[in-house]
C-alpha cells in the first residue's frame, strides 16, 4: 500500500515593509551640516593661505625696528622704497633671468607635449601604451636621482650655467605630466571632427594644428599654468645647473637663487624689508597668472570629466 500524500498547508507571506523615504526636513538638515563643515572647512583653508601672504607684504613696508618690536604689527610709514632698494640689489637681473627661461621652456614643454599626447592618444600602433606608461613613470620618478647623472650629461654639452641649458632640462622635467594631462584631454575630443578632416584631404599636421589644438585650449591652459608655476618656483634645478663654473662666467641666477643669495649677501647687517619685498616680487606675477585664468583652469580641469 502506498503512504498517504501529506496534506500541505500554506504559509501566509510576511507583508511587505515599506521603506519610508527620509522626511524632507531631515535631508535638509544632513544638507545644512554639510554646507557648514565643507564652507568652514574652505574658510580656514583660506585663511591659512591668505594671512602668511598678507603678513608677508605688509612686512615688505616695515623697518628692521618694526619687524623685531612687533612682527604682526601694522607698517608706520608706507613707502615702495624698499622694492626699489631690492630691485637694484639684484632681484631685478634674477627676475629677467627667469622670464627669459620661462619664454621659451613653457611654449616648448605645451608643444612637445600636445604633440606627443595627441599622437599617443590618436593613432593606435605597437608599442603604444608602453611609450605612454614611459612617460607617465617620469612623473613618479624623484628628480633628486637624476641630479648627478643630469649634472655631467649637461656638462658634456658645454651648457652648464646657459638659458639654453636649463630651458631643455625644464622641458625634459614637466613633459611627463604635459603628455598625461593632455593625453587624458585629447581622449575626450570628438572623433568625428578627426575623420571630417582627414575626409576634406587635410593633413595630419594640419589636423592637429588647425582642428584639434584648438578644440584643445582649455586643457592647454590648465596645464600651461601648471607647468609655469612649477618652473617658476623651481629651486633644486637652477642650483644644480645655473652656478658659474669661472671667475669670467657670468651670474645668470634665477628668481628663487636669487632670494638665497640677497639673504647670504646681508650678512650680520640684516635688512628683512628687503628680503620681504624681494619675495613679494617673485609672488606677486604668479598671482596676476592665476587670478587672471582661474576659470580657464577650472574649465580645463572639469572638461575631460563633463564631456
Do not use: C
Request: net charge neutral; aromatic share 14%.
Amino acid at each position: 500500500m502506498s503512504a498517504p500524500l501529506k496534506e500541505t498547508v500554506p504559509v501566509p507571506a510576511e507583508p511587505a515593509v515599506e521603506k519610508v523615504p527620509p522626511r524632507a526636513g531631515e535631508r535638509r538638515g544632513e544638507g545644512v551640516t554639510l554646507n557648514a563643515f565643507s564652507h568652514g572647512f574652505l574658510a580656514l583653508w583660506a585663511l591659512m593661505i591668505v594671512l602668511p601672504l598678507l603678513w608677508l607684504v605688509l612686512s615688505s613696508f616695515k623697518t628692521d625696528a618694526q619687524i623685531a618690536g612687533s612682527a604682526f604689527g601694522w607698517p608706520e610709514n608706507w613707502t615702495f622704497d624698499v622694492f626699489t632698494r631690492a630691485w637694484e640689489k639684484g632681484i631685478g637681473d634674477y627676475f629677467l633671468n627667469t622670464v627669459v627661461v620661462l619664454a621659451f621652456s613653457v611654449p616648448l614643454t605645451m608643444l612637445f607635449g600636445s604633440m606627443a599626447a595627441y599622437v599617443l592618444a590618436r593613432y593606435p600602433f605597437r608599442g603604444n601604451r608602453f611609450l605612454y606608461y614611459f612617460f607617465v613613470a617620469g612623473a613618479m620618478f624623484p628628480v633628486f636621482l637624476a641630479l648627478v647623472p643630469l649634472f655631467f650629461m649637461v656638462k658634456r654639452l658645454d651648457m652648464l650655467n646657459t638659458y639654453q641649458g636649463l630651458v631643455l632640462v625644464y622641458v625634459a622635467y614637466s613633459m611627463p605630466f604635459t603628455v598625461f594631462f593632455m593625453h587624458a584631454f585629447f581622449r575626450t575630443l570628438p572623433t568625428a571632427v578627426f575623420e571630417a578632416a582627414i575626409l576634406d584631404g587635410a593633413s595630419h599636421t594640419r589636423t592637429f594644428f588647425q582642428v584639434m589644438l584648438p578644440m584643445a585650449k582649455p586643457g592647454l591652459i590648465s596645464v600651461g599654468i601648471f607647468n609655469t608655476l612649477g618652473q617658476w618656483n623651481q629651486f633644486i634645478l637652477p642650483t644644480v645647473l645655473m652656478q658659474p663654473q669661472s671667475g669670467d662666467d657670468p651670474e645668470r641666477y634665477v628668481l628663487t637663487q636669487g632670494l638665497i643669495q640677497l639673504q647670504q649677501q646681508q650678512g650680520y647687517a640684516s635688512d628683512l624689508p628687503v628680503l620681504f619685498a624681494g619675495v613679494t616680487i617673485a609672488m606677486i606675477p604668479m598671482l596676476v597668472v592665476y587670478l587672471s585664468f582661474q576659470r580657464q583652469v577650472q574649465a580645463g580641469l572639469t572638461s575631460a570629466t563633463l564631456k
